[in-house]
């Protein structure tokens, strides 16, 4: 069994930052790209940033020079550091992975889901 379990999140100032988490446990072989999607009431979901296990990085348009995707390989764990948060901002996050648990092709696992809420 493999789990990603979330953390961080909550309620932010606009202008304020944020740091999510989700460490990928259980039977993994290994774990290639990683990442967070985020969406808003009444909104479809959408890719926030995504990261290759060689580092490589992409990001939304709208999020750019704001936030920050790492990730640390022996945890298993990507980071999503969110800074000069926007009300707009405000979504449930959701991290994904993906991973082999035996040789051969991988599958998306998903995080539980955090709110973040960007409000004065």
């Known amino acids: 069994q493999v789990q990603l379990v979330q953390s961080g999140g909550g309620l932010v100032q606009p202008g304020g930052s944020l740091t999510l988490s989700c460490a990928a446990s259980?039977?993994?072989?290994?774990?290639?790209?990683m990442g967070w999607y985020r969406q808003a009431p009444g909104k479809q979901r959408e890719l926030v940033a995504g990261i290759t296990s060689g580092g490589d990085t992409d990001y939304a348009d709208s999020v750019k020079g704001r936030f920050t995707i790492s990730r640390d390989n022996a945890k298993n764990t990507v980071y999503l550091q969110m800074n000069i948060l926007k009300p707009e901002d405000t979504a449930e996050y959701y991290c994904?992975?993906?991973?082999?648990?035996?040789?051969?092709?991988?599958?998306?696992?998903w995080g539980q889901g955090t709110q973040v809420t960007v409000s004065s």
């Open positions: 994904y992975a993906n991973i082999k648990t035996v040789p051969g092709p991988g599958y998306i696992y």
């Open positions: 259980g039977s993994i072989f290994s774990v290639s790209a």
